[in-house]
């Protein structure tokens, strides 16, 4: 694996400008969240080590806990094969969903055949 | 967490059809790769039990492991709060990248500064 400064030149924008982020406890390895990251947001997570997003529907810059106070501290930003995505191992502070549950994913999941189940 | 078939209904698709899926190993926890699905996808996937994808470059579905034998088979599809990204624990056959690598985000990472990454 290369880990370096430059890995971010490889990182690939969408039309609008943004990648997909998906955040996961570093610790847990709980998956938390996915959100977008514009380049200036990924510049600024990572000089500031802290997640700092792209909000779709206010269209501004969105720092993760500048309201709630549940930030994320960056300990791994991975790039997938092709470029157009990042995953993201944070120290958690407070949980990471605006519903209060630890992961955006705790609220619900779909059931798969009961036989599909059993493995 | 609620747990029912007609979760599937909470899935909001975008303006393309599409909703990214991000795949998880249900063993490791390890974050395997992203990728998109649409209706007919999610529904392949939940009524097979395998993961099945719409494939933006080639638009056309693709069923993970029809070429290279490296099935997933799904545990558990997880919504998050706003219902707009899936969540997808899996039992994998084979490593999910076609780089021969178990996951699509071992090839590359961004460093973040060393005073960041101390904790």
Same mark, same amino acid.
């Given at each position: 694996?290369?880990?370096n400064?430059?890995a971010i030149?490889? #990182?690939?924008f969408?039309a609008?400008?943004?990648?997909p982020?998906?955040i996961?406890?570093?610790?847990?390895?709980?998956?938390?969240? =996915?959100?977008? =990251?514009?380049?200036?947001?990924?510049?600024?997570?990572?000089?500031?080590?802290?997640t #700092?997003f792209?909000?779709?529907?206010?269209?501004?810059l969105w720092?993760?806990?500048?309201?709630?106070?549940?930030a994320?501290?960056?300990? =791994?930003?991975?790039?997938?094969?092709?470029?157009?995505?990042l995953?993201?191992? #944070?120290?958690?502070?407070?949980?990471?969903?605006?519903?209060?549950?630890?992961?955006?994913?705790?609220?619900?999941s779909?059931?798969?055949?009961?036989?599909?189940a059993?493995?």
């Amino acid at each position: 694996m290369s880990t370096n400064f430059s890995a971010i030149n490889n #990182v690939k924008f969408d039309a609008s400008g943004l990648v997909p982020a998906i955040i996961q406890s570093f610790d847990s390895k709980r998956v938390l969240m =996915m959100a977008w =990251m514009s380049t200036e947001s990924l510049a600024l997570t990572i000089s500031s080590g802290q997640t #700092v997003f792209w909000s779709r529907s206010r269209q501004e810059l969105w720092r993760k806990g500048a309201t709630s106070g549940n930030a994320q501290f960056v300990r =791994m930003i991975e790039i997938d094969c092709d470029g157009d995505t990042l995953l993201i191992q #944070v120290d958690e502070q407070g949980n990471a969903c605006h519903t209060g549950l630890e992961s955006c994913f705790d609220t619900a999941s779909i059931q798969i055949a009961d036989e599909l189940a059993q493995s």
